[in-house]
């Protein structure tokens, strides 16, 4: 229940009442002087992003339906002589309810039920728009009012397992709900827990009780986080999840010695879906532009976070103050306390009133989103058709038409996904990192290779070095002995020259005494030409033959670049 800044007035047309009273409640009066503010608001804060539905400035409004439930046994018995104490104009959305015999009061609703509505119908009037806003991202309340025995628990909890065409607002809610999300991107989770006597206890976690209500004090939101939270797979899974939560309602109400028409029943649907591309395209060219961009180009996702509350009140009559039926007076005010403030409430916010009186009990502060908040709400009051139940019935009625006055400014829950989009950029590193890794692998390979292969080089040269010098020193002692080799043989060959100038003197001299011999006798000339030929020169000729033949050979050698020429 929101603030008196949230408040809004009722339309003019949204609810009237042919009685004084219910005219007054209409708030006609009032349109006429007060402006009409917009039903729906929208945020401009990043985190959350709200669309507002101005064309349809009645959307916020609470919807009100009135449901009769069929006569039963009792009833039959007991009016046997009696006219039923209401009379319904379908058509027309009308309840009359008959005051005495000769009057009667009518009043106007968003739909009004008969007895033979089908569970279906009234599923598809009052539940169905609060479930399609769920799934569009808003809050969605839907809650039953009316006196114990109406059909409270028929039309929200009837979990029809015989038959599917009794199934009630609850299970109908969850399938359309599951349907239309989809199980890899979305999630839907539910809590379900009653509310007994100011204290919250788990329905699906039984040992949790006195569950405390939090609030967080920027948005007002409120949760429950100490209730068990389960992650609905299917509708399989749902329905056993309410059969857990009806045993362990049954139970604690046995323990409690109290019958379950005293407590409420409340079950909350979480719905996260994160918003795709079709979904994009209804968000305006503007706010695509207000959108911030991941730097890198990734756009930031947006997620719709929203909850559905599906309310099955305690029975709407009083709990008698004098405690006969075996209560203490404490007791009794506290079984009432919530109810009572709810009342309160709807009350002063159908007002207008400058105080609502939210913090007065659990009930309310859970309750204050879904009147005079940002929720869709629906409202079902069930009545019986019984005149012995006049009193019940008019009160039922009149909280149904007050509650009709209420507008709340509803509020799409979408926000910024920083969490995905954590995890998205988390991936990212992940694989750059990979990637990093994979080519700083690559590179310390190829600089293993490269430093394998300047090794080799290395050691090749090295190699190659201490080859050169080997081979150097070898060629310097080698051109060293050819040197010395060289030298002696010049000496020899200087002294084979020495000795071939000696000869040829000898021959010249020879050829001398040849000649003056021929002179005094060939005798004398034979016997020195036979000494000369047999003695002398068969051994001075080879010598010089051989020795002119090595001189010849070695004229042309060159040693260190020097050339040794000599003459024969
Ligand atoms: P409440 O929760 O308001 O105390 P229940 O939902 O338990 O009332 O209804 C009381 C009895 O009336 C149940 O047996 C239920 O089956 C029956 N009932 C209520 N509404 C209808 C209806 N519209 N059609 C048929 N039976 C109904
Ligand atoms: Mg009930």
Not at 48 to 65: F, I, K, L, P, Q
Not at 278 to 295: A, C, F, G, M, T
Not at 406 to 411: D, G, R, S, T
């Amino acid at each position: 229940m929101g603030s008196t800044s949230k408040r809004q007035l009722p339309l003019s047309s949204s609810s009237s009442s042919s009685s004084s009273s219910s005219r007054a409640a209409s708030g006609q009066g009032n349109a006429a002087v007060r402006p009409k503010t917009p039903a729906s608001r929208r945020s401009v804060t990043p985190n959350s992003r709200v669309h507002s539905n101005e064309d349809d400035s009645d959307s916020g409004r609470v919807r009100v339906a009135v449901r009769l439930r069929p006569r039963n046994a009792d009833d039959l018995l007991s009016d046997a002589d009696f006219a039923d104490c209401v009379e319904l104009q379908p058509e027309m959305r009308r309840l009359k309810l008959r005051k005495n015999n000769w009057s009667s009061e009518s009043y106007r609703f968003d739909e009004v039920f008969t007895e033979s509505a089908s569970q279906r119908r009234v599923y598809e009037v009052v539940a169905k728009p609060v479930v399609e806003s769920v799934l569009n991202g808003y809050n969605g309340t839907v809650m039953a009012y009316g006196q114990t025995g109406t059909g409270k628990t028929y039309t929200l909890g009837r979990l029809g397992n015989d038959d599917a065409s009794e199934r009630g607002i609850m299970v109908r809610a969850l399938e359309d709900i599951i349907a239309n999300t989809s199980p890899t991107s979305d999630s839907v989770e539910i809590s379900y827990l009653q509310l007994y006597m100011e204290s919250i206890q788990d329905l699906l976690a039984p040992e949790k009780i006195n569950i405390p209500i939090t609030e967080d004090p920027r948005t007002g939101e409120v949760s429950l986080p100490g209730a068990a939270v389960v992650k609905i797979r299917d509708i399989d899974h749902f329905l056993q999840q309410l059969q857990i939560g009806e045993a362990n309602r049954h139970a604690a109400n046995t323990k409690l010695n109290t019958e379950s028409s005293r407590s409420h029943a409340i079950l909350m649907v979480y719905v996260r879906r994160s918003v795709h591309e079709k979904v994009e395209d209804e968000i305006s060219s503007q706010e695509k532009v207000n959108r911030s961009d991941v730097p890198g180009g990734s756009r930031i996702p947006i997620v719709r976070k929203s909850k559905l509350l599906i309310v099955d009140l305690a029975g709407s009559e009083r709990v008698d103050k004098s405690g006969s039926e075996g209560l203490l007076l404490e007791e009794a005010k506290f079984i009432n306390l919530s109810l009572t403030s709810l009342g309160k409430c709807i009350n002063a916010l159908a007002e207008n009133s400058p105080h609502i009186p939210i913090r007065d009990s659990k009930l309310t502060r859970l309750l204050r989103d879904s009147f005079g908040g940002s929720a869709r709400t629906s409202l079902i009051i069930t009545i019986g058709p019984s005149a012995r139940h006049h009193a019940e019935t008019t009160s039922t009625i009149m909280f149904g038409q007050r509650a009709m006055k209420i507008v709340n400014m509803v509020k799409l829950k979408e926000e910024f996904d920083y969490e995905s989009l954590c995890r998205k950029l988390e991936k990212q590193v992940d694989q750059l990192t990979e990637e990093i890794e994979r080519q700083q692998k690559l590179r310390k390979n190829d600089t293993d290779e490269m430093e394998k292969r300047l090794r080799e080089c290395q050691n090749t040269f090295a190699e190659a070095e201490k080859n050169l010098v080997t081979r150097s020193e070898f060629l310097e002692k080698e051109n060293t002995r050819l040197e010395l080799e060289m030298k002696d043989f010049l000496n020899e060959l200087n002294h084979q020259k020495d000795l071939n100038v000696l000869m040829r003197d000898e021959v010249a001299s020879l050829e001398m005494s040849l000649k003056h011999s021929k002179l005094q006798g060939q005798k004398c000339i034979d016997n020195q030409h036979h000494k000369f030929v047999c003695t002398l020169l068969p051994r001075v000729l080879p010598c010089l033959a051989k020795e002119l033949w090595a001189a010849f050979s070695w004229n042309t050698l060159t040693i260190r670049g020097a050339s040794l020429q000599w003459e024969f």
